[in-house]
């Protein structure tokens, strides 16, 4: 990816910037959650930038990484990381923004890429994050009476959950499972 790039976002966003770095040709930049909404925009509509593809949505826990590298600020023990992509421009960037365990909440990117939509519910299902303005947030690879959250580094190794009843299907049994009498 070109330096252009990750300066122009640097230089838009300095009072955002809590640091960059650029490691085997991956830029990253990590922002606060305020500048969001508007740095989503400026992503993709900018034409220096254009970066018409969201690749992944995902989140880090950093509880018991208090040196990350990337410069956890104190008192922050999340990252969501996006992952983006412009195809005409063929460069990539990261976008990493630190959030609290008491407050993990961050704006959708959803309204700018429609394809946010199943990461970001599946950092909600795993992580616990809330993304604020989300058209659907729910659970997506867990049941709904799921305690905790499974991706996070202070769930149990044995992280019992509570039974609930099968489901019962309505209709015509399927084939070979009958009661044989």
Known sequence: ??????????ETYQDFILGTHDQ?????????????????????YDPDLAFDMLLDVTAVD???MRNEPDGLPEGHRFFVVYHFRSLGLRQ??????PLSE???VIPTACGVWK?????????YDMFGIVFKGHPDLRRILLYDEFQGY??????????????I???????DPVPGLEDSK
């Open 165 to 171: 009843p099968m489901p019962t299907l309505k209709g």
């Open 62 to 64: 950093c509880v018991k």
């Open 115 to 123: 394809g946010a939509n199943w990461p970001e519910r599946e950092a």
């Open 102 to 104: 008491d407050d993990p």
């Open 1 to 10: 990816m070109s330096q252009k790039a990750l300066q122009k976002i640097v």
């Open 150 to 163: 499974p991706l996070r580094k202070d769930y149990p190794l044995r992280g019992y959950q509570p039974r």
């Open 24 to 44: 085997h040709g991956d830029e990253t930049v990590i922002v606060m959650r305020d500048a969001l909404p508007d740095l989503f925009h400026f992503l993709k």
């Open 92 to 97: 990539r960037i990261r976008i990493k923004v």
